[in-house]
């Protein structure tokens, strides 16, 4: 079975973000680490070649830089990597870089994408449905287990009460919660392992894209601001109206 995980190099999110002169994520500036659900992703995608066969292929689209997150994933146990770098692709939005990895995905053999039910940073969670709709594979989403039988993939899709059973052919695209799995952390074999490992480097004009960047974007960020700092509460001295105060409150905001 040929698995294609998606991984992406975000600014780490315990740590205070910030905007460049274009409005855009400051990745300079910041700690960079893989994000985080994709990091249980990965697991899963190791889990299902150890159980079924076949290579697991890291993808990934983003700046130099990113060869970081690209040699952990290595190191952790996937097989090769493919790592788009352009310095087009700045500023691009969620359906650019959906077309940029479609087709990135057109030039692999795959059966199986995997990647985080949504990125630490933007937080969007739209791009493994955009891959399914570009790729025609079907998409299952938010999933918590993943179980394959002959060319068939079904997953628990995570609910906040409960779960849904769902399952379609393969090819397929899956996305995971944190709920799946705990990732492995490199081994000191696997760390000396990645650096023998091949990474294929691909520019836009690789792809055939030629359009990215805030000129092919559908959206634009006009302004923003600091976030205000969180105002003081509301303090009442309880001389025996404390009920009433909490009462009249609560009635004030909606909540009775």
Same mark, same amino acid.
């Given at each position: 079975?040929?698995?294609?995980?998606?991984?992406?190099?975000?600014?780490?999110?315990?740590?205070?973000?910030?905007?460049?002169?274009?409005?855009?994520?400051?990745?300079?500036? +910041?700690?960079?680490?893989?994000?985080?659900?994709?990091?249980?992703?990965? %697991?899963?995608?190791?889990?299902?070649?150890?159980?079924?066969?076949?290579?697991?292929?890291?993808?990934?689209?983003?700046?130099?830089?990113?060869?970081?997150?690209?040699?952990?994933?290595?190191?952790?146990?996937? *097989?090769?990597?493919?790592?788009? %770098?352009?310095?087009?692709?700045?500023?691009? *939005?969620?359906?650019?870089?959906?077309?940029?990895?479609?087709?990135?995905?057109?030039?692999? %053999?795959?059966?199986?994408?995997? +990647?985080?039910?949504?990125?630490?940073?933007?937080?969007?969670?739209?791009?493994?449905?955009?891959?399914?709709?570009?790729?025609?594979?079907?998409?299952?989403?938010?999933?918590?287990?993943?179980?394959?039988?002959?060319?068939?993939?079904?997953?628990?899709?995570?609910?906040?009460?409960?779960?849904?059973?769902?399952?379609?052919?393969?090819?397929?695209?899956?996305?995971?919660?944190?709920?799946?799995?705990?990732?492995?952390?490199?081994?000191?074999?696997?760390?000396?392992?990645?650096?023998?490992?091949?990474?294929?480097?691909?520019?836009?004009?690789?792809?055939?894209?030629?359009?990215?960047?805030?000129?092919?974007?559908?959206?634009?960020?006009?302004?923003?601001?600091?976030?205000?700092?969180?105002?003081?509460?509301?303090?009442?001295?309880? %001389?025996?109206?404390?009920? *009433?105060?909490?009462?009249?409150?609560?009635?004030?905001?909606?909540?009775?």
């Amino acid at each position: 079975m040929n698995i294609v995980v998606l991984v992406k190099q975000v600014p780490d999110s315990g740590l205070a973000r910030q905007l460049d002169a274009q409005l855009r994520v400051d990745r300079n500036g +910041a700690n960079n680490v893989m994000g985080e659900l994709d990091e249980y992703a990965v %697991e899963a995608a190791l889990q299902l070649k150890e159980a079924h066969g076949g290579e697991v292929t890291v993808l990934t689209l983003g700046p130099g830089q990113a060869t970081e997150t690209v040699r952990k994933v290595l190191a952790m146990g996937a *097989d090769k990597a493919v790592h788009i %770098e352009d310095d087009a692709v700045g500023g691009s *939005d969620a359906l650019t870089t959906s077309a940029i990895l479609a087709a990135a995905l057109g030039r692999l %053999e795959w059966d199986l994408v995997v +990647a985080g039910a949504e990125s630490t940073d933007s937080g969007m969670g739209v791009m493994p449905q955009l891959l399914a709709a570009r790729t025609g594979a079907p998409a299952l989403t938010g999933a918590r287990k993943i179980d394959i039988a002959e060319r068939t993939v079904t997953v628990e899709h995570q609910r906040a009460n409960g779960y849904d059973v769902l399952s379609a052919n393969l090819p397929a695209i899956v996305s995971v919660w944190d709920t799946i799995n705990t990732p492995r952390y490199p081994s000191l074999k696997g760390i000396m392992a990645a650096k023998r490992k091949p990474v294929e480097t691909l520019a836009l004009a690789d792809l055939g894209v030629s359009e990215a960047g805030p000129a092919a974007a559908r959206n634009e960020v006009l302004s923003a601001a600091e976030r205000p700092p969180r105002a003081a509460g509301q303090i009442v001295a309880d %001389e025996g109206q404390g009920g *009433d105060a909490l009462a009249d409150f609560l009635a004030a905001e909606k909540f009775i």
